[in-house]
């Protein structure tokens, strides 16, 4: 299958998927507040999904304008604001949660709100976008296992077999496989005008976090997501969180969003055109390699520290015949 078929299967893969949301109102909840380009492009991607299916989105809320995470790092604290979400589904509304690699105890602060929204909602149609998943500890898995299975009414969408084999037998919830959501954003008008680009040779773009696996090629460009990230962005983004905190009224935690997404397309269009002025990319960042595929460069990945991206190559690009492992990779696909 060639590169373009594959993505634009993709595509339609996930809205295809996403099809049962159009019978219901929906709220889409946990949209990230950071600058990790990755969580944006996954967002942009669901709000296009929500637009080619013409969902009715009532309400869009982060973490921060629900609440904050407690002292201890494990649990989190409602304001206000919660008591809007309570109405809304009580109303009859569909909790639908900000998809990603973050399902999990690498980042316990998405995982902690996630996990009190289950438990708050117990009956409650809850739907999970593609994710990832991975635990440290056995301790936090049992505990995540513990709440879903309690639940009832979640339907959750991994984005490779080993996290679909851990939603069905161990949580017991409805599961299928999905691509990620950034896969929307092929053939969108923001990602296909950086295709002008190119002419610098090959990116190297390599992960620096709690995901790294430690590979590095020396004598080569070498950059992640905060090396794009400017003084002015960072100092909006401050503003903006100052904003969320001081928003008193439903009013203002409902239209915030707006805000937040200009400054998100600031950032993600930025990152496209750097991208574009490369001919290829090798990168242990999976949306390092998705961002690749939007701009139809050829792409040569290695792992992050659990094999993210192969089991994504393997669940959904293997296809394609602009992106293949690397030989460094430890969890490369053998011949």
């Known amino acids: 299958m060639s590169h373009i078929q594959t993505m634009v299967t993709l595509k339609h893969q996930v809205l295809d998927g996403l099809a049962f949301l159009k019978a219901v109102p929906v709220i889409y909840v946990d949209f990230p507040l950071h600058y990790n380009v990755g969580d944006q492009l996954i967002n942009q991607g669901t709000e296009a999904a929500f637009a080619a299916l013409e969902l009715n989105v009532i309400a869009r809320l982060s973490l921060l304008q629900l609440g904050h995470i407690g002292p201890d790092g494990e649990s989190f604290v409602p304001n206000r604001h919660i008591a809007m979400l309570d109405r809304m589904m009580a109303e009859g509304a569909t909790l639908v949660m900000h998809g990603g690699g973050n399902f999990g105890d690498i980042y316990r602060d998405h995982q902690a709100f996630r996990e009190f929204l289950i438990q708050r909602y117990p009956g409650k149609p809850i ?76 990116l190297v773009f390599a992960r620096r976090d709690g995901e790294e696996a430690g590979w590095v090629r020396a004598n080569a460009t070498e950059c992640d997501w905060d090396d794009l990230i400017t003084g002015t962005d960072n100092a909006l983004r401050k503003l903006y969180r100052l904003r969320e905190k001081a928003a008193i009224t439903e009013g203002l935690a409902l239209s915030s969003w707006r805000h937040w997404y200009h400054l998100r397309n600031r950032v993600t269009f930025r990152t496209a055109n750097f991208f574009a002025q490369y001919d290829s990319v090798i990168t242990d960042r999976l949306h390092g390699m998705i961002l690749s595929t939007l701009l139809y460069r050829p792409l040569s990945f290695v792992d992050n520290r659990y094999g993210k991206l192969s089991r ?20 490369a696909p053998k011949d």
């Open 127 to 202: 739907v999970v976008l593609p994710q990832s998943v991975h635990f440290d500890t056995e301790q936090s898995k049992a505990r995540a296992v513990r709440v879903m299975r309690g639940h009832g009414a979640i339907r959750m969408f991994l984005r490779d077999h080993e996290s679909l084999r851990f939603a069905r037998d161990e949580c017991g919830v409805e599961a299928s496989a999905l691509p990620d959501m950034a896969q929307c954003l092929w053939q969108t008008p923001e990602f296909t005008k950086p295709l002008t680009g190119k002419g610098k040779g090959e």
């Open 312 to 331: 994504y190559y393997q669940a959904w690009l293997s296809g394609s015949d602009q992106v293949a492992p690397r030989v460094e990779s430890p969890h």
